[in-house]
Structure formats: C-alpha cells, structure tokens
C-alpha cells in the first residue's frame, strides 16, 4: 500500500500521501484498536476531506 501512495503522490502532490496515511491510522488505530478518541479524529479529518475532493475531482474529469 505505501509504495501505490508514494506513486500517487507523484501524481497528485504531497496532500494525497497525508491523506492516505491519516485513512490508514484511522482505519488502524480506530477501528481495529480503538486507541483514537473522537477529539483526535476530528482533529485530522480534514485531510480526509482533501482525499475525496482528489477522487471526486478525478472521477469528474473520467465521466466528462
């Protein structure tokens, strides 16, 4: 996973790899281990935001 990130930050900038490993962290150390509060998931939620306006902007430019 962390070498198709790497290649996709190629692509799209710095923004998407933060991204991707903020979902990672989340995906981990909240679901699986439930170590992440609430405060510290709203705190970095914001890049998640920043991953989908990179798909939706993509996904826009396929189904134009």
Do not use: C
């Not at 900038?13 to 281990?33: C, D, I, N, R, V």
């Amino acid at each position: 996973m962390d070498q198709a990130a790497r290649k996709l930050r190629d692509i799209y900038g710095e923004e998407l790899l933060e991204a991707w490993t903020t979902a990672y962290k989340f995906h981990q150390m909240g679901s699986h281990e439930e170590q992440l509060t609430v405060e510290e998931i709203l705190k970095e939620a914001y890049k998640i935001e920043d991953l989908i306006r990179i798909i939706e902007r993509e996904v826009r430019k396929v189904t134009a």
